[in-house]
């Protein structure tokens, strides 16, 4: 059975616990002390889905300033985004519009996009977190709370992520399907002689 390769990227301000997500999923662990992304990591996570072998292929970028000029780069044929910020930190909640406006002057096709607000275990939150699900749900996105600390929903947002890809490029290919099939038919009735009129 083949392979489904999906390229997905883990967007957000810096310090908000992208990569922390990334190493949960991927190898069930957590640090508190992370150095910040430089460029982008790359990380390629597999799983299974319908049946299905499935990898995600995830960039985890940058969310420092310097960087962002990068962003572009590692966005371009991505098919999912996760839009991460931290409920400690108004300031990357208030980013979140800026990195969905980034990601989609590069990204230009559909793709599925998560809003993520991370760090859910800890006490001094200051995000109500209503007003983000509600941006989120009507803009067509998931919106999920995370702690990448204590792994609370972590497996629920990849497995979400990876169920909406799988269906999307079903969707996909039984367009594509439908579209030979009628261009198919097209092209037999162009090739009947018209019947002749009088």
């Given at each position: ?50 049946g299905k072998d499935v990898e995600l292929q995830i960039w985890d970028t940058a969310g420092m300033e310097r960087y962002k000029s990068l962003g572009p780069i ?125």
């Open positions: 059975m083949p392979l489904l390769e999906f390229k997905v990227v883990i967007i957000g301000s810096v310090a908000v616990g992208k990569t922390a997500l990334v190493n949960r999923i991927q190898y069930n662990q957590f640090e508190e002390e992370y150095q910040a992304t430089i460029g982008a990591g790359y990380v390629p996570y597999r799983t299974s889905c319908e590692y966005y371009r044929d991505a098919v999912g985004a996760i839009i991460v910020y931290d409920q400690t930190d108004q300031d990357s909640a208030n980013a979140v519009k800026r990195w969905l406006e980034a990601f989609r002057a590069t990204v230009k096709t559909p793709a599925t996009i998560i809003i993520v607000g991370n760090k859910d275990d800890l006490e001094n939150k200051i995000v109500p977190s209503e007003p983000m699900r509600q941006w989120a749900e009507e803009n067509g996105f998931d919106f999920v709370l995370t702690s990448a600390k204590s792994g609370k929903n972590v497996s629920e947002l990849f497995s979400n992520l990876v169920q909406k890809l799988v269906k999307s490029q079903s969707v996909n290919v039984e367009s594509i399907q439908s579209n030979e099939k009628l261009n198919v038919g097209q092209k037999q009735d162009e090739g009947r002689p018209k019947d002749a009129c009088c």
